[in-house]
T-cell receptor, first 114, second 111 residues
Framework: DTGVSQNPRHKITKRGQNVTFRCDPI?????LYWYRQTLGQGPEFLTY????????KSRLLSDRFSAERPKGSFSTLEIQRTEQGDSAMYLC????????????FGPGTRLTVT | QKEVEQDPGPLSVPEGAIVSLNCTYS??????FMWYRQYSRKGPELLMY????GNKEDGRFTAQVDKSSKYISLFIRDSQPSDSATYLC???????????FGTGTRLLVSP
């Protein structure tokens, strides 16, 4: 069990550019989540995958945001035409199947939009 | 009103003190309760998880849930400077997949 990994750890981009983040969940976990956390706040849910199917999306996920999990393993989160308000920590979490509800988080990707 | 309320602190205590961290929630449908610890610029780390009213103990940590009052607590005994972090409560309804987090309480334990 190597834990959830996220890349890159830090990303600085200029307003209007596109960015893509990657998450590798714990290997046997079929559920994957994306959250966003701004300074002084708790994480806020963005979207959820079970295997390769995206089953839930938050209203926070505007049409500039898209997430994929093509083979039910790693996931990517893309933000198009970034805005300064997108600056935040983007967190990925994974969870096993069955009656296990615990979510395990990765280290996050810190995005700064200048 | 937020679904989960948590005092942001900071809470400052001396080493060895017993720490009490609390959250209240509004939706009685919430069934699963978790506490995460988050160090600065790191991802949240799961500390405790429970789904029933009552107490659950793990080492120096005790999680307490009172569903009738919609109130959850985390107690830390013999607090250490290494416990200095932000503590996040997170609550989940099995009908939905997302965790709903409090704002986090920043804890400072001084030597």
């Amino acid at each position: 069990d190597t834990g959830v990994s996220q890349n890159p750890r830090h990303k600085i981009t200029k307003r209007g550019q596109n960015v893509t983040f990657r998450c590798d969940p714990i290997s046997e976990h079929n559920r994957l989540y994306w959250y966003r956390q701004t300074l002084g706040q708790g994480p806020e849910f963005l979207t959820y995958f079970q295997n390769e199917a995206q089953l839930e999306k938050s209203r926070l996920l505007s049409d500039r945001f898209s997430a994929e999990r093509p083979k039910g393993s790693f996931s990517t989160l893309e933000i198009q035409r970034t805005e300064q308000g997108d600056s935040a920590m983007y967190l990925c979490a994974s969870r096993g199947g069955g009656e296990s509800y615990e979510q395990y988080f990765g280290p996050g990707t810190r995005l700064t939009v200048t | 009103q937020k679904e989960v309320e948590q005092d942001p602190g900071p809470l400052s205590v001396p080493e060895g003190a017993i720490v009490s961290l609390n959250c209240t929630y509004s939706n009685s449908a919430f069934q699963y309760f978790m506490w995460y610890r988050q160090y600065s610029r790191k991802g949240p780390e799961l500390l405790m998880y429970t789904y029933s009213s009552g107490n659950k103990e793990d080492g120096r940590f005790t999680a307490q849930v009172d569903k009738s009052s919609k109130y959850i607590s985390l107690f830390i005994r013999d607090s250490q400077p290494s416990d200095s972090a932000t503590y996040l409560c997170a609550i989940m309804n099995t009908g939905f997949q997302k965790l709903v987090f409090g704002t986090g309480t920043r804890l400072l334990v001084s030597p």
